[in-house]
């Protein structure tokens, strides 16, 4: 299982976030500063990106989003926040992000993950099988 970064500061967010991951069987880290969550981007190639809106949210997420492609592919980005629709599909598009979740839907961010995780490991299964292929 790829290692879960989460960045934020508000606690008690961040801990039904750490306990819905755990349960899943990733290993998470917090990460309180963008110079460590940027750091974690250059030392870790399959990694789970959770981001709590604010801050330095916005830089951090365009910093994910210019990566390379053969890079990106490997990151797994949510954002979880006030402004943010939960499991807005067109909204995670315009923004470069794989989820979505409204901080008044934290209670059901295990199985908002858990059934988004499973499709973009299914979809990017077959595209690295084909792009292996050819």
């Known amino acids: 299982m790829p290692k879960a970064v989460i960045y934020g500061k508000d ?8 306990t819905a991951l755990k349960s899943q ?4 880290l917090t990460v309180l ?20 809106e604010g801050n330095d949210s916005n830089k951090l997420i365009q910093n994910i989003t ?5 890079k990106r592919r490997n990151i797994f980005l949510v954002i979880v926040g006030d402004n943010v629709p ?16 409204n901080t008044k839907d934290i209670e059901n961010f295990s199985a908002y ?6 499709e973009y490991k299914n979809f990017y299964k077959n595209f690295k ?6």
């Open 11 to 18: 606690g008690n967010k961040i801990q039904k976030i750490l």
């Open 25 to 28: 069987g990733f290993n998470c």
């Open 33 to 52: 500063s963008y110079d460590e969550a940027v750091l974690l981007l250059e030392t870790e190639d399959d990694i789970i990106f959770v981001i709590n």
């Open 66 to 70: 210019s990566l390379p492609m053969y």
């Open 86 to 101: 939960t499991m807005s599909r067109l909204f995670a598009f315009k923004e470069g992000l794989n989820l979505t979740v």
């Open 113 to 118: 993950f858990k059934k988004t995780y499973l």
């Open 129 to 134: 099988e084909l792009a292996i292929k050819y």
